[in-house]
C-alpha cells in the first residue's frame, strides 16, 4: 500500500520563526490534507490540497503531485502553533493513510 | 461549522470490561471512522463505515467492533477490554469518499487497567 513519510519528525522554534514541514508519498494520489492536533488532542483541518499552492494567514502549503511531495510553511510562528501536524492521503474510495506526523514546539 | 462530538474525553476501564465509545456527527455525512493513535504510530484505522448498517474493516480491527444503526452514530465497541487497548480513540466523518474533508471529534483517552 500507499506509505506516507514526513520530516523532521521533531522541530523546535523560537516564536517568529519560519519552518517548512515535508510529506513524500509514494504513490500517486489524487488529493493530500493537512492536519493540526492541538496539545489537547483534537484535530483540525488546516488544508485540503491535491495539487498547487493554497494560502491560509500564515500558513501555506504547496503539494507537487508528480514529485509525490507536499510542504506546509509556517511563517512568523507562534506558541499557538505547537502540536503535531499530520499529512493525509487517500488509500481506495475512503481510507486515508496518515504520516507519523511532525511534532512542533514554539518557544515563547 | 461541523461538528463531530465523542461520548467521553476521558475514560478508565478495568481488564475485561465491555466498553463503548461513541461518536455523533451533526452533518449529515455517509462516511465515519475509528482510529487509534499511538505514540510513534499515527494515526491507524480501526473500522469505518460508509452508510448505516455498513461497516468495513480497517488495518487493525482485532479486538473491536463497530455500530451504525443511525446515520450521525458511530460506536466503537471493546468487547473484553484489554491493557494494550490502552490509547487515544479519534472518530472521524466525511461526506462522501475520499475526495472530501475528514472532521475529527475532540478524542477519548481511553486507560485499560
Known amino acids: 500500500g500507499i506509505q506516507v513519510e514526513q520530516s523532521p519528525p521533531d522541530l523546535i522554534l523560537q516564536e517568529g520563526a519560519n519552518s517548512t514541514l515535508r510529506c513524500n508519498f509514494s504513490d500517486s494520489v489524487n488529493n493530500l490534507q493537512w492536519f493540526h492536533q492541538n496539545p489537547w488532542g483534537q484535530l483540525i483541518n488546516l488544508f485540503y490540497?491535491?495539487?498547487g499552492t493554497k494560502q491560509n494567514g500564515r500558513l501555506s502549503a504547496t503539494t507537487v503531485a508528480t514529485e509525490r511531495y507536499s510542504l506546509l510553511y509556517i511563517s512568523s510562528s507562534q506558541t499557538t502553533d505547537s502540536g503535531v501536524y499530520f499529512c493525509a492521503v487517500p488509500s481506495g474510495t475512503y481510507k486515508y493513510i496518515f504520516g507519523t506526523g511532525t511534532r512542533l514546539k514554539v518557544l515563547a | 461549522d461541523v461538528k463531530v462530538t465523542q461520548s467521553s474525553r476521558y475514560l478508565v476501564k478495568r481488564t475485561g470490561e465491555k466498553v463503548f465509545l461513541e461518536c455523533v456527527q451533526d452533518m449529515d455525512h455517509e462516511n465515519m471512522f475509528w482510529y487509534r493513535q499511538d505514540p510513534g504510530l499515527g494515526l491507524r484505522l480501526i473500522y469505518f463505515?460508509?452508510?448505516?448498517?455498513?461497516?468495513e474493516k480497517g488495518d487493525i480491527p482485532e479486538g473491536y467492533s463497530v455500530s451504525r444503526e443511525k446515520k450521525e452514530r458511530f460506536s466503537l465497541i471493546l468487547e473484553s477490554a484489554s491493557t494494550n487497548q490502552t490509547s487515544m480513540y479519534l472518530c472521524a466523518s466525511s461526506y462522501l469518499s475520499t475526495t472530501d474533508t475528514q472532521y475529527f471529534g475532540p478524542g477519548t483517552r481511553l486507560t485499560v487497567l
Open positions: 463505515s460508509y452508510d448505516v448498517k455498513m461497516k
Open positions: 490540497i491535491p495539487s
